[in-house]
């Protein structure tokens, strides 16, 4: 069974620019959420989509938005770039989205700002 | 809202001796608590959760985690660590509900041969 795949694996862009992330889940995985990852911040939850609806968000700007297609895979979009974007975006797969179940990592997609 | 404490940002331990990661969530609902681990590179992957039932959870790769109520801790342990084992933990409470997981900082495990 494939696992999470996101791609690409690096980007770099030049601020102002725009960015789109896509996130491909484990087969019959219907939840998709997105993580940002800095040396500074951490972990911080993006969203989380569940049948192409957005069922949860964290507090990022609305530069930060996403969707998900009806085979779940789902894409992110960031906006006007700006330097402090830099970051690692995971994305993660689950049946049901329910927080009890396991989080299936991809390997994220690294992107640098300059 | 669930918030998590991880003690210490780094950890470095000899190979062989016990590992001891701490995670503190503050809460007064029992949660499901996760550990995951990242190694260089990649994502993260579960090591061990619990949910309900027996309190000591042991995971994959010799890890186990014990669950105190009382205390508010789900602390991460190995007896003896391997120079594989050198990674990014994160702890995760739960609340319940839907997807909208809160990490901690995060411990980096350095061992040392």
């Known amino acids: 069974k494939a696992g999470v795949t996101q791609t690409p694996r690096y980007l770099i862009k030049t601020r102002g620019q725009q960015v789109t992330l896509s996130c491909s889940p484990i087969s019959g995985h219907r939840s998709v959420s997105w993580y940002q990852q800095t040396p500074g911040q951490g972990l911080q939850f993006l969203f989380e989509?569940?049948?192409?609806?957005?069922?949860n968000k964290g507090n990022f700007p609305g530069r930060f938005s996403g969707r998900q297609f009806s085979n779940s895979r789902s894409e992110m979009n960031v906006s006007t770039l700006e330097l402090g974007d830099s970051a690692l975006y995971l994305c993660a797969s689950s049946r049901q989205g329910i927080t009890n179940e396991k989080l299936f990592f991809g390997s994220g997609t690294q992107l640098s700002v300059l | 809202a669930q918030s998590v404490t991880q003690l210490g940002s780094h950890v470095s331990v000899s190979e062989g001796a016990l590992v001891l990661l701490r995670c503190n969530y503050s809460s007064s609902v029992p949660p499901y608590l996760f550990w995951y681990v990242q190694y260089p590179n990649q994502g993260l992957q579960l090591l061990l959760k619990y949910t309900t039932g027996a309190t000591l959870v042991k995971g994959i790769n010799g890890f186990e985690a014990e669950f105190k109520k009382s205390e508010t801790s789900f602390h991460l342990t190995k007896p003896s660590a391997h120079m594989s084992d050198a990674a990014e933990y994160f702890c995760a409470p739960h609340s319940g509900g839907y997807q909208k997981v809160t990490f901690g900082t995060g411990t980096k495990l350095q061992v040392i041969p």
């Open positions: 989509y569940f049948s192409e609806t957005q069922r």
